[in-house]
């Protein structure tokens, strides 16, 4: 079965000490309360969501969202712990539908033999197809089990909103070097579980230039830890310094300016620097990315939502530049690919900007949230009667109404081709020739 059942503090001792001496240090520094847990303010602290919840001895059905080494795994497990809720867990990549079966069966038994309903954890649920995602719908449903699931994917996009509908979505960030600087001290003190019996002394310089490093990612941070540690005590050393940090990792690796190597905080300077058409601060943090190792199809994602949110329909060519770089790097590669994403950030940067269409599409969901919900008319339904066949008219436009009560969303741009796209639109509509 793919699914195992996992009871903290089970492990005998003699195993657990042998677990300890061939486990790497993120493992064996993995909380084992919420107290040891870092980061996550947002959610855990006073005023995060969950963190109330989970204080008044609750676990809703959730997705835990965010990059890798942020303690996503690990904060499923304390949720079961602090609850006192028996946790099974389950891979989305390797389970089959017989597996999610076996587990739901298991649930309901552990939860009509002691009252309480246990967590169940899938990792990485976006990889869960839709037979997969429904199987898990009743018996969430029914209460039968509290689902988990855990993604670096966006789960709006990755999951079944069917089964999105019924979960709570928590977003995880990175972590912020202070809290890797806490966790790295704690670890060269933690003489059972951590680095202790080495006695390393660390300056406080090595250790924020070991958090820069990380960029937001504990597990990353704590396997730097442990390698320069290792190195510095095979030395015959004392003392964690700056310099043996520079010397034992790749200098081209290393960055010390404030901000770290957090690729949202980059990829943010990029799309600010696009969007104030500045080339030269665009290429610039592009070329952070590139040097970084980040996924293209990270970058030419949000090349593409840049496209059409902040050029859009002032230079309609932009979404095919973007489109075009995105896919052809991903089929290039680095480090070729860094070439294809320059032009399209230069030409993005250049190009007019309009975000007419972005805060289209806003206000009319927010008209559709409000509750403006119309009915279609008649006469544009299928088969409907009334309809009017614009191109019979050598216009090829025909006064006609297209919602039962008009509203205003779109208002056009006056930047680059956009005026020249309109401008048909005011022989057609009194609306558009009144903003003059």
């Known amino acids: 079965m793919g699914s195992q059942e996992l009871l903290f503090g089970d492990s005998p001792e003699g195993e657990k000490q042998e677990f300890r001496g061939e486990t790497p240090l993120p493992e064996r520094m ?7 847990y870092a980061g996550q303010g947002h959610l855990l602290g006073p005023q995060g969501t969950l963190g109330q919840i989970l204080r008044g001895g609750h676990v809703p059905s959730c997705i835990l969202y965010g990059p890798p080494g942020v303690g996503k795994t690990t904060l499923v497990r304390l949720l079961a712990l602090e609850t006192g809720r028996k946790l099974l867990e389950i891979n989305a990549v390797t389970s089959r539908v017989a597996d999610l079966r076996d587990m739901i069966d298991l649930a309901q038994k552990l939860k009509a033999s002691s009252g309480r309903t246990p967590l169940a954890f899938v ?10 995602q429904n199987v898990l719908l009743p018996p969430v449903e029914r209460g039968d089990l509290l689902l988990v699931g855990t993604t670096t994917e966006n789960p709006y996009m990755e999951i079944n909103k069917t089964l999105r509908s019924r979960m709570m979505i928590f977003e995880l960030r990175p972590l912020e070097p202070e809290d890797l600087v806490r966790l790295f001290r704690r670890a060269l003190e933690d003489r059972e579980r951590g680095l202790g019996t080495l006695e390393l002394i660390p300056d406080s310089e090595a250790l924020e230039a070991l958090a820069k490093r990380a960029g937001g990612d504990a597990r990353q941070g704590l396997l730097l830890l442990e390698a320069v540690a290792s190195s510095v005590a095979v030395g015959g050393g004392e003392r964690l310094t700056l310099e043996k940090v520079i010397s034992f990792l790749p200098k081209g690796n290393l960055r010390f300016d404030r901000q770290g190597d957090d690729h949202y905080q980059i990829i943010s300077a990029l799309i600010k620097s696009m969007r104030g058409s500045d ?44 489109l075009a770089a995105f896919q052809a790097c991903d089929v290039v590669g680095w480090p070729e690919g860094r070439i294809i994403f320059a032009e399209a950030v230069l030409y993005l940067a250049c190009a007019p900007k309009s975000n007419s269409a972005y805060q289209a599409i806003n206000e009319a969901l927010e008209e559709v949230e409000a509750g403006g919900l119309q009915e279609v008319p008649e006469h544009l339904r299928p088969h409907g009667e009334g309809y009017r066949y614009p ?6 436009w025909i006064p006609q109404q297209y919602m039962r009560e008009p509203r205003r969303f779109f208002y056009p741009g006056t930047q680059g081709e956009e005026p020249k796209l309109t401008e048909p639109l005011k022989s057609f509509w009194r609306r558009f020739r009144s903003e003059e």
């Open 123 to 132: 990792d990485e649920i976006y990889h869960l197809n839709k037979q997969q």
């Open 30 to 36: 993995r909380p084992v309360s919420l107290e040891e």
């Open 391 to 396: 191109h019979d008219d050598p216009r090829h």
């Open 279 to 322: 080339p030269d601060a665009s290429v610039y943090w592009l070329s952070r990315l590139c040097a970084a190792g980040e996924d293209p199809r990270f970058i030419g994602r949000r090349l593409v939502i840049f496209a059409a949110e902040d050029v859009g329909l002032a230079d309609p060519r932009a979404l095919s530049v973007a």
